[in-house]
Nanobody
Framework: QVPLVESGGGLVQAGDSLRLSCTTSEGTISSSAMGWIRQGPGQEREFVAAINRGGGSKYYGDSVKGRFTISSDNAKNTVYLQMNSLKPEDTAVYYC????????????????WGQGTQVTVSS
């Protein structure tokens, strides 16, 4: 099991920003795609963003394009999700995931899932 420790969630107001972090074991970022998937209350899972093992390819869900940015720091074994211009509909539990490819993550075909971190956006 690959460890995935998420942090950075919280309660914010609409229009605010948050940065989520996902720290994993050494070598994971360089050998796998990583990403974020969220699930809001009473909603289906939704793909948010993914980054490939080299960090050169990034893929976003339609609802977050232009507002969220995924990045990785191989030296810190950490993947980030910078979330700007947050909306109430972004309220969800955000899960850090590991998968073979960016498009695999987009289809929820993930090898490992974190415990999740709650993001709540008030209007």
């Amino acid at each position: 099991q690959v460890p995935l420790v998420e942090s950075g969630g919280g309660l914010v107001q609409a229009g605010d920003s948050l940065r989520l972090s996902c720290t994993t074991s050494e070598g994971t970022i360089s050998s796998s795609a990583m990403g974020w998937i969220r699930q809001g209350p009473g909603q289906e899972r939704e793909f948010v963003a993914a980054i490939n093992r080299g960090g050169g390819s990034k893929y976003y869900g339609d609802s977050v394009k232009g507002r969220f940015t995924i990045s990785s720091d191989n030296a810190k074994n950490t993947v980030y999700l910078q979330m700007n211009s947050l909306k109430p509909e972004d309220t969800a539990v955000y899960y850090c995931v590991v998968g073979p490819y960016v498009l695999s993550i987009a289809k929820f075909e993930c090898d490992h899932w974190g415990q999740g971190t709650q993001v709540t956006v008030s209007s």
